[in-house]
């Protein structure tokens, strides 16, 4: 857990996000930083946070985060952005997502359907249509499957 620190109290909610750093046993390392904005990436960054193989954007793709300083230190091979099909937000935001480019990162966004990530060696995102099946029965098919 790199955040929230002990005794945080943000004056915005989204800063109080959890932000979770995985290490896989393959080695491979993962960042979950939920909703937090660029003022939780400074101290992250002041906090020596380590680059990662595979991340969300964080929230969304937004443009109050994904600071060129904070893409740069991640190097993330793949970036994940969270949203919906057609969001009024615009997310994730074209800035945001040429930042992640530049990076040299692989995007994937679940607007163009569940984003499924296999965890082997090298991450390659695939989408599952969200226009085929319904979500009833995608999670159906999910279910039955793990059973």
Do not use: C
Not at 92 to 107: M, Q
Not at 114 to 125: I, S, T
Request: proline share 7%; aromatic share 6%.
């Amino acid at each position: 857990m790199l955040w929230p620190q002990r005794g945080h109290s943000p004056a915005n909610h989204n800063n109080s996000s959890l932000v979770l750093s995985v290490r896989l046993k393959n080695g491979k390392m993962l960042l979950f930083p939920d909703d937090i904005e660029a003022k939780v990436e400074r101290a992250l960054l002041a906090d020596g946070v380590n680059p990662v193989d595979a991340m969300l954007m964080p929230p969304h793709g937004s443009r109050s985060s994904s600071l060129p300083a904070f893409v740069k230190r991640m190097q993330p091979g793949l970036a994940i952005a969270q949203t919906g099909k057609d969001n009024h937000f615009g997310f994730p935001h074209a800035v945001v997502t040429s930042r992640y480019r530049a990076s040299g990162s692989e995007l994937a966004n679940s607007s163009d359907g569940a984003v499924v990530v296999r965890l082997k060696d090298k991450f390659h995102p695939e989408t599952w249509p969200s226009d085929k099946r319904s979500r009833r029965d995608m999670a159906l098919k999910w279910w039955q499957e793990s059973r």
